[in-house]
């Protein structure tokens, strides 16, 4: 009789690819969130008065507890002592609490209330943070900005908090089945959400005809009230599975302060962290000023006011279309029949030349990067398939790495060179976004899976958060940088789609630089030590 319960929670397909959508459609609305501001960087400038520093300074705020007060340590601790179906509730409602503070920042309301004037005449300066340089806010940024980087902190405290908990619920799910693919998987759905926020994002913000930020901010947060209800639904799943296989929700053994000093004594630990701290910060804190440097670098023309491609329909139609490509691409790598296989293919990519279209003739740089994520969506399923049995998983790392130094470099100095041009720079701009994406997805096919064979089971969730508390640092740092950098090269700019992104972009290639380096001694690494990263995850 157990058996016959076990094989209707987790070894039938169903029941565990059900969980994992629950779970990546919860992660899919904070990234949405995660990148609200992200397109109208140049309408928080001229409507709020955000200049690059201020907008680099409350972007880099969301990592701001995790690394400073440790708060990703803290949660992986919760994590292994509560278990996923506590943490995944506890992180739905932090994320939610945040956005809303996020969106006070932001609305009509703020502007002449006492919060204003309190936060205007205060946090000037923080003894000790000053002094380190790593405060979360300087004399003379905007106090909206200083509000909305209050309740970015409490977010990122609660979407980091996620993260470890969805690679923690997809361990426990599909571990000794296909992990990479679901963790793929789940990855190329939640980032949809990118896209799903370039398009929407502006769409709000200048919904009939007059710029509110503040509506693509509380979309943002109807989203995060979703994903709570997610996270609720795959509670009782994730409940139910334990009643009737009679596993226990917290870890056989109790959890010790040792168990971290153990994980940070593996060298291959500290490759994969470095690793990933390199490559995420050379791709998150670019995702915040991608729409600007596409306006700073092509030259765009407005639609005909009145045309169809200047109306609210043409939005709704072209995201139907990115749902149409990103469907096709995901279910052609999990259709047995030819016909049907290559048709979806078709249509994938059919559709991906009509949305691309679409994006040109709307003439705005947001449409165009939101392409940022449908190559992926297609190729990472492919990917976990590999490492799943194939294996292979360093040398993707390492590859993705390459591919992401010729994508900035491509921004840096190849894009700018099209400037002027109607039709070359955008064809460029697609190409490199579309590569820039697929290269991301190397990350969640093989990075993550890696894990779960550099530790022992019951401190998977510190690992992650140890993981995730040094990429932090970097997705803390890297936001903050640029905005210094763009302000610093760019003296006296205050046009918001006149900056230089050159020195910002050559920073970010070296991150991918650095990446390839560290990967190649990650190959090695394995190979002396024998970590299994270059062997298929499910052994036939």
């Known amino acids: 009789m157990t058996?016959?319960?076990?094989?209707?929670?987790?070894?039938?397909?169903?029941?565990?690819?059900?969980?994992?959508?629950?779970?990546?459609?919860?992660?899919?609305?904070?990234?949405?969130?995660?990148?609200?501001?992200?397109?109208?960087?140049?309408?928080?400038?001229?409507?709020?008065?955000?200049?690059?520093?201020?907008?680099?300074?409350?972007?880099?705020?969301?990592?701001?507890?995790?690394?400073?007060?440790?708060?990703?340590?803290?949660?992986?601790?919760?994590?292994?002592?509560?278990?996923?179906?506590?943490?995944?509730?506890?992180?739905?409602?932090?994320?939610?609490?945040?956005?809303?503070?996020?969106?006070?920042?932001?609305?009509?309301?703020?502007?002449?209330?006492?919060?204003?004037?309190?936060?205007?005449?205060?946090?000037n300066y923080i003894p000790v943070f000053d002094e380190l340089g790593i405060s979360p806010f300087y004399r003379g940024m905007p106090a909206s900005a200083k509000v909305a980087a209050v309740g970015f902190m409490i977010f990122g405290c609660g979407v980091e908090m996620a993260g470890i908990t969805v690679s923690r619920g997809i361990v426990k799910w599909f571990k000794g089945r296909e992990m990479a693919l679901a963790m793929g998987s789940e990855m190329a759905l939640a980032r949809l959400g990118v896209a799903t926020c370039m398009i929407f994002s502006p769409f709000f913000a200048k919904l009939g005809g007059q710029v509110d930020v503040s509506r693509s901010v509380a979309f943002g947060v109807v989203l995060l009230m979703i994903a709570l209800i997610m996270f609720i639904v795959y509670f009782f799943m994730d409940k139910k599975l334990d009643e009737q296989t009679g596993e226990a929700e917290e870890t056989e053994e109790p959890f010790k302060v040792k168990d971290i000093g153990n994980i940070l004594s593996s060298g291959g630990f500290w490759l994969v962290a470095l690793l990933c701290v390199l490559y995420y910060s050379a791709i998150f804190p670019f995702q915040k000023y991608a729409v600007n440097m596409l306006q700073c670098n092509l030259t765009f023309t407005a639609p005909e006011t009145g045309s169809f491609w200047a109306g609210n329909s043409v939005t709704l139609i072209q995201y139907g279309i990115m749902l149409i490509v990103a469907f096709c691409a995901f279910a052609f790598n999990f259709s047995k029949k030819k016909v049907a296989k290559y048709g979806l293919l078709s249509t994938s990519i059919i559709g991906l030349i009509v949305?691309?279209?679409?994006?040109?003739?709307?003439?705005?740089?947001?449409?165009?990067?939101?392409?940022?994520?449908?190559?992926?969506?297609?190729?990472?399923?492919?990917?976990?398939?590999?490492?799943?049995?194939?294996?292979?998983?360093?040398?993707m790392l390492i590859f993705g790495s390459l591919l992401l130094i010729i994508c900035h470099l491509t921004f840096a100095f190849i894009l700018p060179l099209f400037k002027g041009s109607a039709?070359?720079?955008?064809?460029?701009?697609?190409?490199?976004?579309?590569?820039l994406g697929a290269s991301f997805s190397l990350v969640p096919a093989s990075l993550w899976p890696s894990v779960p064979k550099l530790v022992d089971q019951k401190v998977i969730g510190s690992a992650y958060a140890l993981i995730f508390w040094i990429q932090n640092i970097?997705?803390?740092?890297?936001?903050?940088?640029?905005?210094?950098?763009?302000?610093?090269?760019?003296?006296?700019?205050?046009?918001?789609?006149?900056?230089?992104?050159?020195?910002?972009?050559?920073?970010?290639?070296?991150?991918?630089?650095?990446?390839?380096?560290?990967?190649?001694?990650?190959?090695?690494?394995?190979?002396?030590?024998?970590?299994?990263l270059e062997l298929p995850n499910i052994k036939d």
């Not at 503070?101 to 932001?106: C, E, L, R």
């Not at 449409?367 to 292979?392: E, M, N, Q, S």
């Open 423 to 435: 039709v070359g720079g955008v064809v460029v701009a697609y190409i490199t976004i579309l590569v």
């Open 474 to 532: 970097g997705l803390w740092l890297f936001p903050l940088l640029i905005g210094k950098v763009l302000d610093k090269t760019n003296p006296g700019v205050t046009n918001p789609i006149a900056y230089d992104y050159t020195a910002p972009l050559i920073m970010l290639a070296s991150l991918g630089l650095l990446a390839f380096g560290l990967g190649i001694v990650l190959k090695a690494w394995d190979k002396k030590k024998g970590l299994g």
């Open 355 to 395: 949305f691309c279209y679409m994006g040109y003739m709307r003439q705005s740089a947001e449409t165009i990067f939101a392409v940022f994520p449908l190559l992926a969506v297609g190729i990472t399923p492919i990917l976990g398939k590999v490492v799943d049995h194939k294996g292979k998983a360093a040398t």
């Open 3 to 123: 058996e016959k319960i076990q094989q209707v929670m987790r070894d039938v397909p169903a029941y565990r690819w059900t969980a994992l959508l629950l779970l990546a459609l919860a992660m899919f609305c904070s990234y949405i969130f995660m990148d609200i501001l992200s397109p109208i960087k140049d309408l928080m400038q001229s409507t709020r008065g955000w200049d690059s520093t201020a907008f680099g300074t409350m972007q880099g705020s969301e990592t701001f507890l995790n690394v400073f007060v440790f708060f990703l340590i803290f949660a992986g601790i919760i994590l292994d002592k509560m278990g996923v179906r506590f943490t995944a509730l506890l992180s739905g409602v932090v994320m939610l609490v945040g956005a809303i503070i996020k969106w006070y920042a932001v609305s009509s309301q703020f502007i002449g209330s006492e919060v204003e004037t309190w936060f205007t005449n205060n946090l």
